[in-house]
């Protein structure tokens, strides 16, 4: 150890999508701002200069929102790997392999069961960093399951949206899981199980246009991408400037679309308040 090391700040080391190491440091893609991973973590992984909400791993989103870290994953259906054989800058299937690797996980959706401010709920959450997010058959198959789980056990549903949409490499099956989880989640209402949908960044394409927007109450992340189709296709579809803010959670909050915006700190607190409610609600009708 000399003088150099002592002083001259380590280098900005690449990170694993798997976890952010407590060593380092992580740029703000928002603002610039260098921000120490250990403070990131305290503020749940917002920027201490800016407020942007930086995405989160599934396994984060299950300890933030799951009493005392607790849960019981459930297992999905397992789905074809490549049904269509498609192949572009490489195989699909290829695609999948280096995805797996990289995010531990098996697809962009994961399911957990377990106890939400003391109630029991069903939590399917999406991961952007698997494929963008996109919905592919497996996708749907997790949103169909952890709906049934729900069903089943007369238990609260939530999703945890992050997602660009459908997955071009499954094509027409892809559209397909749009009726799915949109007659799973019916199913939900139509037997006066609660459902919550929470978007985060981004929430587009053909989730938005599916199950995350049919939520009993529709909760957004603060300052999230929720949309259908990209802000520039739009302007060069209607050939008009789009007002400023367009597609955020706050705005479409202003128009009816999101029912409340919320800061990630105040995230569960605002959820178990919306369980109760709805809990309560469905005993005194029973």
Not at 89 to 108: E, W
Not at 109 to 121: E, M, N, P, Q
Not at 166 to 175: H, K, N, V
């Amino acid at each position: 150890m000399n003088w150099l090391t002592d002083i001259v700040r380590p280098k900005i080391q690449k990170t694993t999508p798997k976890e952010i190491a407590d060593n380092l440091w992580v740029k703000c893609p928002s603002c610039g701002q260098m921000l120490f991973s250990k403070e990131l973590k305290n503020s749940l992984y917002v920027c201490t200069s800016c407020g942007h909400h930086l995405r989160l791993y599934i396994n984060k989103r299950f300890k933030m929102l799951f009493d005392d870290e607790n849960f019981e994953e459930i297992a999905l259906p397992e789905t074809p790997d490549d049904p269509l054989k498609f192949k572009d800058s490489q195989k699909y299937t290829d695609r999948l392999r280096n995805y797996r690797k990289s995010t531990g996980n098996r697809d962009a959706i994961r399911v957990g069961k377990g106890k939400i401010g003391g109630i029991d709920a069903v939590l399917a959450v999406m991961d952007y960093s698997f494929m963008g997010g996109s919905m592919g058959t497996a996708v749907g198959e997790g949103i169909v399951k952890a709906a049934e789980l729900a069903l089943n056990q007369k238990l609260p549903l939530i999703t945890v949206s992050s997602s660009g949409g459908a997955r071009m490499q499954e094509g027409i099956l892809s559209l397909m899981q749009m009726a799915r989880t949109t007659a799973a989640i019916n199913m939900l209402k139509e037997n006066g199980v609660p459902f919550i949908s929470i978007l985060t960044d981004p929430t587009t394409g053909g989730v938005s246009a599916s199950f995350a927007m049919l939520g009993d109450v529709n909760i957004a992340e603060k300052g999230c991408l929720i949309g259908f189709a990209g802000q520039r296709v739009i302007e060069q579809t209607i050939r008009e400037k789009l007002p400023e803010g367009f597609q955020r959670a706050e705005y479409l909050k202003e128009h009816g679309m999101v029912d409340i915006v919320v800061d990630r700190a105040h995230l569960k607190e605002e959820l178990v308040k919306i369980l109760k409610i709805l809990t309560n609600k469905n005993r005194h009708a029973a």
